[in-house]
């Protein structure tokens, strides 16, 4: 199996290609628009067709490379069915399957930090957008976020997957790449709580500055904008 981790520095933003081999399809999660060719030679690279990308949710920190790699390879776009995007090619529900040669991918429908927010499960690994982070989760204090649903989605969907099973988060801000789930259990702080309540607090206390990008951002992953957009 190919996977390549690759970093957005200015967004600290975690961008995935998924392929089972080289000379094979390929999929992308959560691309950031700056580095699509970046993404192009990864791919030419490792003669990979690119048919498929994916976005955990609309974005509010960066502009999203989604439709730009659709525009250049005429893969198609996926995003959960809550999503706003208005370029979206298939909208994926709660457990539907997404399937390239040889890789499966099952979507997990993760509201709280955003209302469109999706988890994407492959075998060993989950790919958790801004759900669960390394140590952290993703703030619920805008873009319809709820601290409820997060405190749902976290406890009731992504903490029963097997301990073992791999983190793949969106961002990460202190250099860590992955973890486990069992990991996130024990170590991760905004998680050693009793109830929905005692999360929704913690939440709802954090007093977080907005993105630096988020007027520019959710706007323009909403429309799709692509390069000579921008």
Do not use: W
Not at 83 to 109: A, C, F, G, Q, T
Not at 182 to 199: G, H
């Amino acid at each position: 199996m190919i996977f390549k981790q690759l970093f957005d520095k200015k967004s600290s933003t975690y961008t995935y290609i998924v392929s089972s081999g080289k000379g094979r399809e390929a999929l992308i999660i959560d691309p950031v628009i700056e580095n699509t060719d970046e993404y192009i030679n990864v791919l030419k690279n490792l003669d990979l067709k690119l048919v498929k990308v994916i976005d955990t949710h609309i974005h509010a920190d960066h502009i999203s490379g989604l439709n730009e790699l659709s525009k250049r390879t005429k893969c198609s776009k996926i995003m959960g069915e809550h999503s706003s995007s208005e370029v979206i090619d298939i909208r994926v529900k709660d457990n539907e399957k997404i399937k390239i040669e040889n890789i499966e991918l099952i979507s997990l429908y993760t509201p709280g930090h955003t209302n469109c927010s999706y988890s994407f499960l492959m075998k060993d690994r989950v790919f958790t957008g801004d759900t669960l982070l390394i140590n952290g989760t993703g703030r619920t204090d805008f873009q319809s976020g709820n601290s409820h649903d997060a405190y749902d989605s976290l406890f009731n969907k992504l903490l029963k997957l097997p301990e073992k099973t791999l983190v793949y988060p969106a961002h990460d801000y202190s250099g860590k790449k992955y973890s486990t789930i069992e990991n996130e259990k024990k170590n991760n702080p905004r998680l050693q709580v009793n109830s929905a309540d005692e999360y929704a607090d913690i939440m709802n206390n954090l007093n977080l500055g907005d993105p630096k990008m988020m007027d520019i951002a959710i706007p323009a992953n909403a429309k799709g904008l692509t390069l000579d957009q921008l």
